[in-house]
């Protein structure tokens, strides 16, 4: 089963995952916005709360891309974005990988909890189990962590990450935030 990508309006990601579906009918088997879930204080108390990790972005999955391509080519919404190309963005092994290892079947990164033993991150629970080389930064105030896409290819797939193509995952410089609560630090 391949994965692609569609950019869509942002704030509209949901109503946008409906059409394609709806368009793409048993060609799309999952199409879904990311979500992150994040640890806020709110009116003194903790709670956690979702956010789009990607937003404007569709992730979607189907055996037949052709069929589903040119379904959403023939939507007369002005919503939906295709690759540079006009086709639908194929995400690489690497990224692909990479929302498998993070994402839950609901599409949302669950937040994890870890502490830092010597200098060193340990992740006890969560989607980050067992990924400690992909987080580039940790922040212990905001209760999150910047993964490193770039690294994705070496940590999950291990294979050279040279050989990796372009990635269509639109990830900011400083990385891909996600939550991360670190309970002790020795």
């Known amino acids: 089963m391949a994965r692609f990508v569609v950019q869509v309006v942002p704030s509209r990601e949901d109503a946008a995952a409906r059409r394609v579906a709806a368009l793409g009918g048993d060609a799309v088997q999952a199409c879904f916005p990311l979500r992150r879930q994040m640890l806020r204080k709110k009116a003194g108390a903790w709670s956690y709360a979702l956010e789009p990790l990607f937003p404007g972005y569709l992730f979607l999955a189907s055996d037949d891309p052709e069929a589903v391509d040119q379904a959403l080519r023939r939507s007369t919404q002005p919503d939906l974005v295709l690759g540079a190309d006009g086709r639908l963005a194929t995400l690489s092994d690497a ?20 502490r830092i033993v010597e200098g060193d991150l340990v992740v006890e629970s969560g989607p980050l189990v067992g990924l400690e080389r992909l987080v580039r930064r940790v922040d212990r105030h905001h209760r999150a962590a910047w993964l490193d896409p770039s690294c994705a290819a070496e940590v999950l797939l291990g294979v050279d990450p040279s050989r990796v193509a372009a990635s269509v995952l639109p990830a900011a410089s400083h990385g891909i935030k996600v939550g991360l609560e670190v309970v002790s630090k020795s």
């Open 95 to 114: 990224e692909a990988a990479l929302v498998r290892a993070l994402a839950d079947a609901e599409g949302v990164v669950r937040s994890s909890r870890g």
